[in-house]
């Protein structure tokens, strides 16, 4: 394998060799997460290619890689404007070799994320637009009215 530093010279000999490609769609976040959710996690989580890997260092970059997950679902709700809550990572509160104490505080974390997130559209306020000397209209309290309902009932969905 070449080393990455090496000027490579692409010709058609070696083009399927050197580059990588593939479709996206315009939501780009949403895809990553999906390749990450549905491609690298079962290879990563797959026993045989941890071989020679201590319980520790996989264990860590398992945890690793579900915050990841995590950030990036919560960035996609971000986007959409919509406050999502990732879920716990269900390979881990689904298995039998993972202990009680680790489930719980697996599941302890995801709900003071949850609060966090929560807390924070709570707050949101419809007068910051008057507090910020802007001179909003009552079409603007509406609008403010409307996202948060749309954005609690995701929450609640």
Known sequence: ???????????????????IFMEMSRNVMESLYQVCN????????NPVNMIGWS???SKDLMDK???FL?????TIGQIKGRTLLPLPA????ASATTSSKDKAVLLETA????TKQIKSVLKRDPEMALKNGKHPDPLTEIE??????TDLNAIYK
Do not use: C, R
Request: charge should be negative.
């Open 70 to 74: 995590a950030y990036t679902y919560v």
């Open 1 to 19: 394998m070449p080393n990455p530093d090496d000027n490579i010279i692409l010709d058609s000999s070696n083009i399927d060799d050197e580059v």
């Open 144 to 149: 403010f009215w409307k996202d948060q309902s």
């Open 111 to 114: 709900i003071v994320h949850w």
């Open 90 to 93: 269900n390979d881990v509160t």
């Open 65 to 67: 890689f579900h915050v």
């Open 38 to 45: 549905e491609v690298f996690m079962p290879i990563l989580g």
């Open 55 to 57: 319980e520790l260092v």
